[in-house]
């Protein structure tokens, strides 16, 4: 059981990355999923979560920081989820952790079974 992340980077205030996790060894589909962030010196926090797809209607929640700016989905044929992030800011930088958790929808990181690795994001000018 795996997960792994990418698409992090550099990227000026203002621009657009895509993260991506790839699951492996379960299928994503039956798993609420979420992105994560952790900046130098700070708690873990969450970003943004998505319902899983069954018996659901795949309902998100972001962090009002990011609403309107992030948008997480998935792609059950990839097994893959993805956080889109658009007008980034500075304060967005930090690393971007993948998460899933087979249970009821939950913002809380302790309640996730499964983490990916994370994936640096830097926006600077």
């Known amino acids: 059981v795996q997960l792994q992340a990418s698409g992090g980077g550099l990227v000026q205030p203002g621009g657009s990355l895509r993260l991506s996790c790839v699951a492996s060894?379960?299928?994503?589909?039956?798993?609420?999923i979420g992105w994560f962030r952790q900046s130098t010196g700070e708690e873990r926090e969450t970003v943004a979560c998505?319902?899983?797809?069954?018996?659901?209607?795949?309902?998100?929640t972001y962090a009002g920081s990011v609403k309107g700016r992030f948008t997480i989905s998935r792609d059950n044929a990839r097994n893959t989820m993805y956080l889109q992030m658009n007008s980034l800011k500075p304060e967005d930088t930090a690393a971007y952790y993948c998460?899933?958790?087979?249970?009821?929808?939950?913002?809380?990181?302790?309640?996730?079974?499964?983490w990916g690795q994370g994936t640096l994001v830097t926006v600077s000018s």
């Open positions: 998460a899933a958790r087979l249970g009821p929808m939950s913002r809380l990181k302790t309640l996730y079974d499964y």
């Open positions: 060894g379960f299928s994503l589909n039956r798993y609420v």
């Open positions: 998505i319902a899983s797809n069954t018996g659901s209607d795949g309902s998100a």
